[in-house]
């Protein structure tokens, strides 16, 4: 994975650097932002024969690379400089061992195995290969790719036919989107086909899906599935989408959100989060098999009107999520009647350590308000908000109104800000959302 990266592109054929303070030049190439090895561009058939050449020159050295090569070039301290070629035009890639976001780094999230995401697959060999126009994590930059055939195998949704780059000889791989996507997923994954029996015959193991580079910063160039290699069914097998991420902004606030939001309220809401600095992943609890470890996340917030759509295994849940972020001392916040999943995972755990204050009444709230319970990691009245209870767990409870209108009259960021730091009252869920993310931003 790398790490602080930054893409320079140019439009020379050759990057001068000097400087006495550059360390040792490299000699040898890079994998660029494939995870097999082999370039982004270069599809595996005609992969990159010629080499990187690198002259020292007396003011410093220059370095000059083939189509869809890489090179580590130098190193300065602790940063490592590659130069990289992608679709003709070069950039230098800073990758940094002392990242602040490698600091953050724990693990990445996956699903449990499952069997049933194995599949006995078949590749017919495309002779000559067949080059393809690709998209690339770059919005700007495209790539020529060669697909080696295709692989066929069947599900219960009928039969699926995927390209395969890559070669026979040495490993096919196949890049691939799901619905999953954009939401426990990242906007795509890849796995590893290893090398096709002699009849063509291999295994698709879906637990073995694999993020690219990009899904833990924006500066990488991985390249994007060939068009139409959409997998026709929820590939919930392999890893999830990472919580952490490096852009221009520095560290992402990686939040987890559980809700039961009907759309309308959710096209309106869910950008909101995004533009106050907030990378949220919003999950139905009813909805989303298996759980999300809170591993990387700078807090969890549950919220939903009313408990009766919820069946056991959903309730039971998010207990389960209440607790881990309880246990773990990260934010975790109930929002109207789910709030009573965390005042019970807290009793629960209180009971557990021998406490008697988990047996006290529960806090009513009043019939026209919006009860919101948060544990004591956060300070809410910073943030504008009026405490109306401290229970001896620990538990704080916050009462909003319900009668607010969707959206605020203020526009602008800074004019929210300027409302929260005059203490004025939250006259819009909008600005309930923004005082929300606030206390996550000011916590971490």
Known sequence: MPSDTSTL?????????????????????????????????SGGHDAVTARPQVRVEENGFSAKLPAGGSLNWFTVGNVLYELIDRGGRL??????????????????????????????????????FRTYTIETAQEDL??????????????????????????????????????????????????????????????????????????????????????????PFDVTAGERRPPFFYSEAGINVPFLFYVWWDEESAEVTR???????????????????????????????????????????????????????????????????????VIQAQRELRSQQGYVDGIEREYEASADRLLIVMNNELDPEKAGFDIVHTDASGLIYVEMPFDIPLESDRTEVED?????????????????????????????
């Open 9 to 41: 592109p140019t439009v020379t054929d050759q990057v001068n650097a000097g400087g006495s303070d550059a360390g040792v030049a490299g000699s040898g190439s890079a994998g660029g932002d494939s995870v097999a090895g082999a370039d982004a561009g």
């Open 271 to 341: 950008p909101w989060y995004s533009r106050f600095g907030l990378d949220i992943t919003i999950l139905n609890p009813s909805h989303d098999d298996g759980r999300i470890s809170l591993v990387g996340f700078d807090g969890v917030a549950m919220s939903g009107g009313d408990l009766s759509p919820l069946g056991r295994k959903a309730r039971s849940r998010l207990i389960d999520v209440a607790t881990e972020a309880l246990t773990s001392r990260i934010p975790v916040i109930g929002i109207g009647a789910y709030s009573a999943f």
């Open 142 to 231: 495209q790539l020529q790719t060669q697909a080696a055939g295709i692989v066929t195998f069947e599900t219960q949704q009928g039969e699926v036919s995927l390209l395969a780059t890559g070669c026979p000889k040495t490993g096919l791989q196949l890049d691939f989107h799901d619905s999953t996507n954009g939401s426990t997923t990242s906007s795509w994954r890849t796995i590893d086909l290893g090398v096709p029996n002699q009849d063509g015959s291999l295994v698709i193991d879906f637990n073995r899906a694999v993020n690219y580079p990009f899904a833990f910063t924006s500066f990488a160039t991985c390249p994007a599935p060939i068009e139409g290699n959409v997998v």
């Open 91 to 128: 950039g230098v890639r800073v990758r940094n061992s002392k990242s602040p976001l490698l600091g953050k780094f724990f693990e990445v999230p996956v699903f449990d195995p499952d069997p049933d995401f194995v599949f006995l697959a078949r590749f017919t060999r495309f002779d000559p």
């Open 416 to 444: 929210l800000q300027a409302a929260m730091e005059s203490g004025a009252s939250i006259t819009s869920w909008q600005e309930f959302d923004y005082r929300m993310v606030a206390l996550i931003r000011h916590h971490r």
